[in-house]
């Protein structure tokens, strides 16, 4: 049972921030009108889980799951994660920017969830927080140029470009920046944003962004400040290029965002993959809810440099991406006629395998079985060992369980 590979059928999500035709070229079929698609969600999430061709009919994963774990997720991932598969694979289609947020560690999401429940929010409630009990660690992989805020800049960097465009007669609103303890004065400086009254947020921003107008180019932080002031007139979010990071990623470069790095994405296509779950905890530019004591609790402050990552070969058509997370990794497949890969001896775990290029014959077992796999295409490999090579022509990513969880140290 579950010992060939499975194709799916995934969910997309209509988010309004979404593209109107890049989910669509993906998987080549017309565009839907102006209606938007954010997310295509491969995986079991219960709230938009992927169907797979099982035994001539579509079956929800998470039901399949559900019903006998252990063939799909192995022995070791069920020890580990529990009767799910522990992680959420996805393509983000950017068009318009995405709200400033973080994700709970798991020590967090467990009492979140628990005092919520415990208070009666229901799980559908939009002032709701927690949704579940899962941290959500996250990968995030340009497949075009993707521009995207991510953690904090030190305070040096921070105050070098507020300080030019900041009210005279508000100097002392930057004194926490001074400190010798930045996160504490990150923490302080942000405390404060987040606390003023919403006409107060709204004079500030105005007189930000007025400022920043006036500097031309003087530099990319000023320009995403007056297109975010566009989006969101007045929302105090519209400051955070200027204390956040600010990176436009190549196709092929990653980021690795841990618990409590405050984050958005603001324009391009990416893979992403994360722990499954779907907690947020919002800072700004969203006319969602925002929490901001919670926010304050879950937001780490200590200023990092950013860190771009670039997978490393682990065979001869396959790359993978550092990981800091147990849940997942994520690879890249280039397959050539000259280049097929084989997936040898395989773990004991689920894969999550998509196509983005080209198209691929998928070969295993012993009795020549195969499918093929052509852009926008997907399969989840269940974690029964039966080794599969890949042949053709296709640039492919592929989401699995991190590998140390099985003593692999390639």
Not at 249 to 269: D, I, P, S, T
């Amino acid at each position: 049972m579950f010992k060939e590979p499975l194709k799916m059928k995934n969910a997309i999500q209509p988010y309004a921030w979404g593209s109107v035709t890049a989910i669509a070229e993906l998987l080549g079929r017309p565009a839907p009108g102006n209606e938007p698609e954010a997310e295509l969600w491969m995986g079991a999430h219960p709230k938009a889980p992927s169907q797979v061709w099982y035994q001539d009919r579509w079956h929800n994963l998470d039901d399949l799951i559900r019903e006998d774990p252990l063939p799909i997720l192995g022995r070791i991932a069920v020890d580990r994660f529990g009767p799910q598969l522990p992680f959420l694979f996805k393509v983000l289609a950017v068009q318009h920017p995405l709200s400033i947020q973080a994700h709970p560690d798991k020590a967090t999401a467990e009492q979140g969830f628990a005092r919520e429940n415990e208070h009666g929010i229901a799980l559908t409630a939009p002032h709701r927080n927690y949704r579940d009990v899962q941290h959500k660690p996250e990968c995030v992989c340009a497949l075009t140029p993707f521009t995207a805020l991510c953690g904090f800049r030190d305070t040096a960097a921070i105050l070098d470009l507020l300080k030019p465009i900041w009210p005279k007669h508000r100097k002392n609103d930057l004194d926490s920046l001074y400190s010798k303890n930045q996160a504490a004065g990150l923490q302080n400086f942000f405390n404060y944003l987040m606390t003023l009254s919403k006409d107060r947020q709204q004079e500030l921003v105005g007189n930000l962004v007025s400022a920043a107008n006036r500097s031309g180019s003087a530099s990319p932080s000023y320009q995403w400040m007056v297109r975010l002031d566009t989006a969101y007139p007045g929302d105090i979010g519209v400051l955070s290029p200027c204390y956040l990071h600010l990176v436009t990623l190549e196709a092929g470069q990653a980021l690795f965002l841990k618990a409590g790095r405050l984050h958005a994405y603001l324009q391009g296509v990416a893979i992403e993959v994360m722990a499954n779950s779907d907690n947020v905890l919002r800072g700004g530019l969203t006319p969602k809810h925002v929490d901001v004591d919670e926010l304050l609790n879950v937001v780490d402050f200590t200023p990092e440099p950013l860190e771009i990552l670039m997978p490393d070969p682990t065979g001869p058509a396959i790359k993978r991406y550092p990981s800091f997370a147990d849940e997942f990794e994520l690879e890249t497949m280039d397959i050539r006629p000259s280049n097929p890969y084989d997936s040898g001896p395989r773990v004991e775990a689920p894969e999550i395998v998509l196509c983005i290029e080209g198209q691929v014959k998928m070969h295993w077992g012993g009795n020549g079985y195969e499918m093929t796999l052509a852009r926008g295409e997907s399969v989840i490999v269940p974690a029964q060992p039966e080794r599969y090579r890949l042949a053709g022509h296709g640039k492919l990513y592929k989401a699995g369980v991190h590998h140390r969880l099985f003593g692999q140290q390639s």
